[in-house]
């Protein structure tokens, strides 16, 4: 157990926005002790390359790994292979959470039904406009002014 030391205050560290892919220039995941930019245990957003230090200002300075095994260099990087999580509240309080879970599931899955619909009519029109480089409307120039051939004129 690595107790507070009270010479620093940077005992937790959360950046949820995993969809920023890190263009906001900050560590994505969750870190404890250190600082924001280092912190001394740190799990990313996708356990790989976690970090997990002997000593920092916020808390009592302790190994956090197991020892290396013998001919092996001390390292504190590691990959997590699991995680257990636990939900902590009555069962109101999970029935909640499920049910918000569920509503974002049903917006994300109606944002990508609305996304998959196509306005046909719209999309023949950009084709026609010649907005996409397509030859597939170029019998009308091929065609127009021939005696037996009646186009109408869309413009």
Not at 109 to 114: L, R, T
Not at 120 to 139: I, M, R, T, V
Request: glycine share 10%; aromatic share 10%; charged share 25%.
């Amino acid at each position: 157990i690595c107790r507070p030391r009270g010479a620093g205050k940077n005992y937790m560290y959360c950046n949820s926005k995993a969809r920023s892919k890190g263009y906001d220039g900050q560590a994505h995941g969750i870190g404890f002790g250190g600082t924001v930019d280092c912190p001394r245990l740190f799990i990313s957003e996708t356990f790989e390359g976690c970090v997990a230090a002997s000593g920092d200002m916020t808390f009592k300075a302790g190994t956090l790994l197991p020892p290396p095994l013998p001919d092996t260099p001390a390292t504190k990087f590691f990959d997590i292979e699991s995680v257990e999580v636990w939900g902590v509240g009555g069962d109101d309080i999970v029935a909640e959470a499920l049910g918000s879970r569920d509503q974002q599931r049903q917006i994300a899955f109606a944002n990508i039904q609305k996304a998959r619909k196509v306005d046909k009519a719209q999309f023949l029109d950009d084709f026609n406009s010649g907005l996409f480089d397509s030859k597939a409307f170029a019998h009308k120039q091929q065609v127009n002014g021939r005696v037996d051939v009646c186009v109408p004129d869309d413009d």
